[in-house]
T-cell receptor
Framework: DVKVTQSSRYLVKRTGEKVFLECVQDMDHENMFWYRQDPGLGLRLIYF???????EKGDIPEGYSVSREKKERFSLILESASTNQTSMYLC???????????????FGPGTRLLVL | AQKVTQAQTEISVVEKEDVTLDCVYE???????LFWYKQPPSGELVFLIR??????QNEISGRYSWNFQKSTSSFNFTITASQVVDSAVYFCALSEFPGVGADMRFGAGTRLTVKP
C-alpha cells in the first residue's frame, strides 16, 4: 500500500512565524503535491514537484515555498504565517509516467494549521 | 479551462437508502481522467476510482457504482444500501492528459451523512 505521511495532524502558530510542513512518501513516487483545502473551495494546488530539486507553482503559491531535497520528502514552507493561511494542508504523491494509473494521486492524512 | 462542479453541498440519508452524488465537469480536451475520492472524518483522501475519457463503460464495485456520460459531461457516483461508514466528504476530480497531475481540478466536495 502507498503510504503518505505528514509530520503533524494539528499545528497552532502565531502570525509572522515561519512554518514547516513535512511530507514523506514511501513508494518511490516521482511526483509530489501540496494542496490546501477550504470549505466550499475543494482542494487547491499550491506547489508540485516532478523530480528532486524541481518545483512548479500551482494555482495559489503566494506566501508559500517548497523544498524537495530527497525524492521521498516534500516540504511546504510558510515564510511568514498569516491568519488567512489557516487551513487544512494535504500532501499527495503519484507515480508519474505515461500510464493512466500513474496519474492517480495518493494523499496523506492532512495537517490542520491554525494561525493566530 | 477545466472545471468540476459538485452542486450538492450536503446530503443526508438514512441507512440502507440509495444515494447519488452528482459531478459535472468542463474541459476542452478530448482525453482526460475523472476521479472520485472519499474523505472520512480522519482527513485522508482515499482514492475510489479513475475513469478515462475514452472508456464510457459504467463501473460497479460492491455497493458503489459510477455512471460516466460524456454527452452530459457527468460522472455520477451512486452508493446502494448506504451505511453509516459511508459518511464522508466525497470529491470528484478531473485531470487532463498528458500531465503530471498538476492540472488536477477538484470539485468543492459533497458531504454525505448517513444516519442509522
Amino acid at each position: 500500500d502507498v503510504k503518505v505521511t505528514q509530520s503533524s495532524r494539528y499545528l497552532v502558530k502565531r502570525t509572522g512565524e515561519k512554518v514547516f510542513l513535512e511530507c514523506v512518501q514511501d513508494m518511490d513516487h516521482e511526483n509530489m503535491f501540496w494542496y490546501r483545502q477550504d470549505p466550499g473551495l475543494g482542494l487547491r494546488l499550491i506547489y508540485f514537484s516532478y523530480d528532486v530539486k524541481m518545483k512548479e507553482k500551482g494555482d495559489i503559491p503566494e506566501g508559500y515555498s517548497v523544498s524537495r531535497e530527497k525524492k521521498e520528502r516534500f516540504s511546504l514552507i510558510l515564510e511568514s504565517a498569516s491568519t488567512n493561511q489557516t487551513s487544512m494542508y494535504l500532501c499527495a504523491s503519484s507515480p508519474g509516467g505515461p500510464e493512466p494509473s500513474q496519474e492517480t494521486q495518493y494523499f496523506g492524512p492532512g495537517t490542520r494549521l491554525l494561525v493566530l | 479551462a477545466q472545471k468540476v462542479t459538485q452542486a450538492q453541498t450536503e446530503i443526508s440519508v438514512v441507512e440502507k437508502e440509495d444515494v447519488t452524488l452528482d459531478c459535472v465537469y468542463e474541459t476542452r480536451d478530448t482525453t482526460y481522467y475523472l476521479f472520485w475520492y472519499k474523505q472520512p472524518p480522519s482527513g485522508e483522501l482515499v482514492f475510489l476510482i479513475r475513469r478515462n475519457s475514452f472508456d464510457e463503460q459504467n463501473e460497479i464495485s460492491g455497493r458503489y457504482s459510477w455512471n460516466f456520460q460524456k454527452s452530459t459531461s457527468s460522472f455520477n457516483f451512486t452508493i446502494t444500501a448506504s451505511q453509516v461508514v459511508d459518511s464522508a466528504v466525497y470529491f470528484c476530480a478531473l485531470s487532463e492528459f498528458p500531465g503530471v497531475g498538476a492540472d488536477m481540478r477538484f470539485g468543492a466536495g459533497t458531504r454525505l451523512t448517513v444516519k442509522p
